[in-house]
Structure formats: structure tokens, C-alpha cells
Nanobody, 122 residues
């Protein structure tokens, strides 16, 4: 049974940091791309960042470049999203997702986590 379990969300003030974690189990993800998406109230789910589990190559949406860092720990089967200098517009539910291909569109993604809430106050 495939499981992606996010943790690390919370309420912070603008300018502060959070680190999200995504623990993966039940499948061999070594050839997968791991993604982070987010969905704010009333908005569509959007791509945030992705990392190739095998090569470590990363991709980011423009609005988070220089502030967010995606990484993975192969030994722990865990992917992280370090979020620095958070802004109120980063407020959303953040989802971990896994797919054999790099896929910045939410449609067609193979596996999703349940999401974790990030709230940034001004």
C-alpha cells in the first residue's frame, strides 16, 4: 500500500521558516519524481517544486525560487521542502506527490499525500 505522509505544517509569521516532510512507503520510488503542490482557498492546486529521486535534479515555480528548497533523504525515504522567508501568499494546503515523470500539472499524478496546512500571517 503506497503512502505519502506529510508533516511539518503550521502557523508562522511572515519572514519565518518551516520545513515540510513527506515520508514515502509501500513502493519503490527510486526512479520517481517527487513533487510538492499547494492549494490556497478558492484557487486551483499549483505546482511548487519537484526533485528527481535518482539524480537529485530540482525544479521550482518562479514565485518560490530562492526561498524554498526541495531535497530528499534516500536512507529515510523522505522528501523535504524547506521554506524560508514565508509570505502570506504562501498560505495553502501543501501536498506531496509522486509520479514516474516530472509532472507540473496536478492531473495524472500517480500518488498523493493527504496534505498539510501552512498558514502565514502578516
Amino acid at each position: 500500500q503506497v503512502q505519502l505522509v506529510e508533516s511539518g505544517g503550521g502557523l508562522v509569521q511572515a519572514g519565518e521558516s518551516l520545513r515540510l516532510s513527506c515520508a514515502a512507503s509501500g513502493h519503490t520510488f527510486s526512479s520517481y519524481f517527487m513533487h510538492w503542490f499547494r492549494q490556497a482557498p478558492g484557487k486551483e492546486r499549483e505546482f511548487v517544486a519537484a526533485i528527481s529521486w535518482s539524480s537529485g535534479r530540482t525544479t521550482y515555480v518562479g514565485s518560490v525560487k530562492g526561498r524554498f528548497t526541495i531535497s530528499r533523504d534516500n536512507a529515510k525515504n523522505t522528501v523535504y521542502l524547506q521554506m524560508n522567508n514565508l509570505k502570506p501568499e504562501d498560505t495553502a494546503v501543501y501536498y506531496c506527490a509522486a509520479d514516474p515523470l516530472f509532472n507540473p500539472s496536478p492531473s495524472g499524478i500517480d500518488y498523493w499525500g493527504q496534505g498539510t496546512q501552512v498558514t502565514v500571517s502578516s
